[in-house]
């Protein structure tokens, strides 16, 4: 079985409202709260993608390079791995906001000692990758990722967060928790042994 899981806001818990706020009043900017739950720094607060831009080449990069793992990510990676499952971290981070975002996420990887077999950066269609390259499961944050993975014959299993509580019954397995996308994975892994899928 071949797993493709992201990193922000899957594997870690990315806390944009502190650091985005420390740096707006630093900075002394008019910029007001919209949406503390958001997963994209354009939609926290009422600033351009340009502002979003500056915010994280002036030091906001650090919400992303020294945000905690979440809770069981490395436990459950490294019994997956145990048993033969291949994991692959696969993540849309693009080089505008991260320069080198493979190397940014191996070190942040390295760093909190997540295990996995390979690493994919700047990965727009995540769905359409997975279908691509044979993976059996891509487990994520985004509903918008998790639906491609699902419209393209792929599992997906959504990381359930504020952000994403209103539209999660659209994906077909979710988890609050790493215990919960563990669970979920495990559903769906006797769901192939019953298909004959390897």
């Not at 390979?118 to 990758?129: E, H, I, M, P, Q």
Request: charged share 30%.
């Amino acid at each position: 079985m071949r797993i493709a899981v992201d990193i922000d806001d899957t594997l870690n818990a990315v806390d944009r409202v502190r650091y985005a706020g420390e740096y707006i009043r630093r900075k002394n900017l008019p910029f007001r709260l919209v949406d503390e739950n958001a997963h994209m720094l354009e939609k926290v607060y009422d600033w351009s993608h340009d502002d979003v831009l500056e915010f994280v080449h002036d030091g906001g990069i650090t919400a992303f390079t020294d945000a905690p793992a979440r809770k069981g990510a490395r436990e459950v990676l490294e019994r997956w791995r145990a048993a033969g499952i291949e994991v692959i971290v696969l993540t849309s981070r693009v080089a505008e906001w991260f320069g080198n975002p493979e190397k940014l996420s191996r070190d942040w990887l390295e760093k909190r000692h997540i295990p996995y077999d390979g690493l994919v950066a700047s990965c727009a269609d995540k769905g359409a990758y997975c279908a691509q390259n044979n993976i059996d499961i891509l487990i994520d944050d985004s509903v918008e990722q998790c639906l491609s993975a699902q419209e393209k014959g792929v599992y997906a299993v959504l990381a359930v967060s504020r952000a994403t509580l209103e539209r999660a019954r659209e994906v077909h397995y979710g988890g609050v928790n790493w215990k919960q996308i563990d669970a979920a994975v495990a559903h769906i892994a006797g769901l192939m042994l019953r298909a004959g899928t390897p």
